[in-house]
């Protein structure tokens, strides 16, 4: 068996062709221009990379973008403060703050301090309090393009046993519990394995669809694959530089040995990635859509 290969860049395509739509009927019908900020602290590389990314969709989808960048030196209080403005101004939908932060900054703090309508990144504790009963909520970023990726591939998961391997707040406990609910793209069986996990292999084997986002690479291999499951590899590790200084990029998943046995993988890179910035997109469009038609 050759696993059909689920490809996040072209879903990602789909759904951005969508929001580009969907802006365009937003201002037409009301005026409103789905606007984001992000808020970049300090220089480091990586984030500055995602930041120019998420400035970039945004841009070419049609919002009304900002980009907020300070000094590594700011103080937790200036931080909160310039958060606050944007909590207040009526032209942003969404407010990202982008980490890792300083170690002088509590995360926790600046995170909570985001008005949880304006959560577009699905972190406040207000947002996963509504994910985990089911009431509508800001999903975060990269479980919701998972389930996407699912749903837009025609992967059945109603009554289906799902296996998450990694239990982070960002990928494994969020995407569990979106699998669980009683919904379109969810209802299924669901187990979650970590670190403590005895004999993971028993439980991968039996997974339907599997979902790994250990952060180890290569953690999955074939053999602790069942034959004809869905493999959805959530991790991006850099094991080296080819000599032209090109990133060497592995999933968590075993490519070659698990795409002999599963009926569906992703691809790493081009797979899970280019949905996390494109949900994000549709976030700040949701919340745009919310402004305009308050409950």
Known sequence: MTARLIKGKDIAAEIRAEIGQGVKELMAASG????????????????????????QAAHELGFHSIQETVSGQISQEELLSLIDKYNKDEKIHGILVQLPLPGHIDE???????????????????????????????????????????????????????????????????????????????????????????????????????????????????????????????????????PEGKRILVGDVDFKSVSEVASAITPVPGGVGPMTITMLMLNTLQSARRWAKPA
Do not use: W
Not at 37 to 53: D, M
């Open 32 to 55: 409103i221009t789905p606007g984001l900020v992000t808020i970049l602290v300090g220089e480091n590389p990586a984030s500055q990379s995602y930041v120019r990314a998420k400035q």
């Open 108 to 242: 926790n703090k600046v995170l909570y301090a985001i008005d949880p309508d304006k959560d577009v990144d699905g972190f406040h504790p207000v947002n996963v309090g509504r994910m985990v009963v089911g009431q509508p909520a800001f999903l975060p970023c990269t479980p919701y393009g998972v389930q996407q990726m699912l749903i837009r591939s025609g992967v059945k998961t109603d009554g289906a046993e799902v296996v998450v391997v990694g239990r982070s707040n960002i990928v494994g406990k969020p995407i569990a519990n979106m699998l669980l609910q009683k919904a379109p793209g969810a209802n299924a069986t669901v187990t979650v394995c970590h670190t403590r996990t005895k004999d993971m292999a028993s439980h991968t084997r039996r997974a339907d669809i599997l979902i790994v986002a250990a952060g180890v690479p290569n953690a999955v291999t074939g053999d602790m694959v069942k034959p004809g499951a869905v493999v959805i590899d959530v991790g991006v590790n850099e094991t080296g530089r080819t």
